[in-house]
C-alpha cells in the first residue's frame, strides 16, 4: 500500500500549527522545502527530509540543516535550474515511489510562485495529490481519478481545468454537470455549493477542485 507524504512548502503564508500538527498525524513522512522547515519548528514539529538550498530558512532553521543530525538533508545550489519544491518532489519520487502527496504552505506570496506551484503538483503523477491549507482543501484531479466529499453541504466548491480538453462530470451539488467540458482555466466550475456526498470525476484532461473548508472538518483523502 503506497504512503502519505506531507510536504511542507516555503510560501511566506504559513499554515496554522493546528493544521500542520493534524496534517504531520494523517501522513507517513514529512518533508520540508526551505522555509517550509520553519513553519515545522514553530508548531514543534520536525521532518525526515529537508529539501533546498536555505536561501529563505530563518538562521535557527539554517543552524538545524547545517547540523543534519535529526534528519536527512538535501541541499542545492541557489544557482539552479528547477524551484525547491520541484526537487522536492523528485526527492519523494526516489524514496517513497507512488506516494501520495499532501501539499501545504503552499499557497499564497508570490502569484508566479503560487500557479508554478500548481504546475509542479499537477506534473506529479505519481499518485493522488492534494493541497491542505487552513481555508481550503483542493485535489489535483487527472483523467479517470474521482474524489468523494462527504460531511461538507453547504460548503463551496469550485473546480477548474488546467489541462486543454477537460472533461468532468459532478453531482451531489447545486449545479451538476454530466460529461462536460470545461475550457481551460475557464469560471464554468467556480462557486458551486454541496448539497450531499458529492463526487466529482475528471474523464479527460487535468483539474483542480477546490473545497473552501471554513466549519469543515475532516481528513485529506
Known amino acids: 500500500m503506497a504512503c502519505k507524504v506531507l510536504v511542507v512548502c516555503g510560501s511566506p503564508v504559513v499554515a496554522s500549527a493546528d493544521l500542520l500538527r493534524r496534517l504531520a498525524g494523517e501522513c507517513d513522512h514529512v518533508v520540508a522545502v526551505d522555509?517550509?522547515?520553519?513553519?515545522?519548528?514553530?508548531?514543534?514539529?520536525?521532518?525526515?527530509?529537508?529539501?533546498?538550498?536555505a536561501d529563505t530558512v530563518s538562521e535557527a532553521g539554517r543552524?538545524?540543516?547545517d547540523a543534519a543530525e535529526d534528519f536527512e538533508v538535501e541541499c542545492h545550489d541557489p544557482y539552479k535550474d528547477y524551484t525547491d519544491l520541484a526537487l522536492a518532489l523528485d526527492s519523494v519520487r526516489r524514496r517513497w515511489p507512488g506516494a501520495e502527496v499532501v501539499a501545504t504552505c503552499a499557497t499564497g506570496g508570490r502569484p508566479d510562485m503560487a500557479l508554478s506551484v500548481l504546475g509542479l503538483l499537477a506534473g506529479y503523477d505519481d499518485g493522488p495529490?492534494?493541497?491542505a491549507e487552513d481555508?481550503?482543501?483542493?485535489?489535483?484531479?487527472?483523467?479517470?481519478?474521482?474524489?468523494t466529499i462527504e460531511g461538507a453541504e453547504g460548503k463551496t466548491f469550485s473546480i477548474i481545468a488546467i489541462a486543454p480538453g477537460t472533461v468532468v462530470s459532478e453531482h451531489g451539488?447545486?449545479?451538476?454537470?454530466?460529461?462536460?467540458?470545461?475550457?481551460?482555466?475557464?469560471?464554468?466550475?467556480?462557486?458551486?455549493?454541496?448539497?450531499?456526498?458529492?463526487?466529482?470525476?475528471v474523464h479527460q484532461g487535468t483539474a483542480i477542485a477546490y473545497l473552501l473548508r471554513e466549519g469543515f472538518i475532516g481528513t485529506v483523502g
Request: glycine share 12%; aromatic share 6%.
Open 35 to 53: 522555509r517550509g522547515l520553519d513553519a515545522l519548528l514553530g508548531s514543534g514539529l520536525g521532518c525526515e527530509v529537508y529539501v533546498g538550498d
Open 63 to 65: 543552524a538545524l540543516v
Open 129 to 131: 495529490v492534494w493541497i
Open 135 to 147: 481555508k481550503v482543501v483542493a485535489r489535483i484531479l487527472r483523467a479517470g481519478e474521482s474524489w
Open 173 to 201: 451539488l447545486e449545479w451538476e454537470l454530466e460529461h462536460a467540458p470545461l475550457g481551460l482555466l475557464a469560471d464554468t466550475g467556480i462557486s458551486n455549493i454541496v448539497r450531499s456526498t458529492a463526487k466529482i470525476t
